[in-house]
């Protein structure tokens, strides 16, 4: 099985099993929940967890320039990886019996915690593949 993560908006795909929506906030997108649904005859997560998002405090500090991305990242690291690492693990566990997709708002991945985390679920099961969008 596969964890993958891609952006909210992305089209789904049969192959994306569980969609998790990681972000604390997802207000953003109500406007666009019943048009994602109607277009795609889907929800556009089957559940969110909202412990995995950044506090707003550090999502802020990053997007206004306060902070680096390497300093995002080992903030991130301490306050979110690090404190839920048996969740992580989890997801990870279950990830290996059936698809997984993590889902945020950013449209690439590159400076996207949603990369942050399936790199973790890496760490507790090595042999998970993982696919970044």
């Not at 992580?88 to 997984?100: C, E, M, R």
């Amino acid at each position: 099985m596969v964890l993958k993560t891609k952006c909210m908006n992305a089209e789904p795909s049969v192959n994306d099993g569980l969609r998790i929506c990681v972000m604390r906030d997802s207000r953003i997108y109500n406007r666009h929940l019943a048009l994602f649904q109607e277009k795609f005859k889907r929800p556009m997560y089957d559940m969110q967890l909202k412990s995995l998002a950044p506090p707003t405090w550090l999502k802020d500090d990053y997007q206004n320039g306060r902070i680096s991305w390497k300093e995002y990242v080992k903030n991130f690291n301490l306050v979110v990886l690090d404190d839920k690492f048996d969740l992580i693990q989890a997801i990870a566990f279950a990830a290996k019996y059936s698809d997984i997709t993590l889902l945020c708002s950013e449209k690439t991945p590159e400076q996207c915690h949603r990369r942050l985390l399936a790199e973790d679920c890496k760490k507790y099961e090595p042999n998970l593949e993982v696919i970044i969008e």
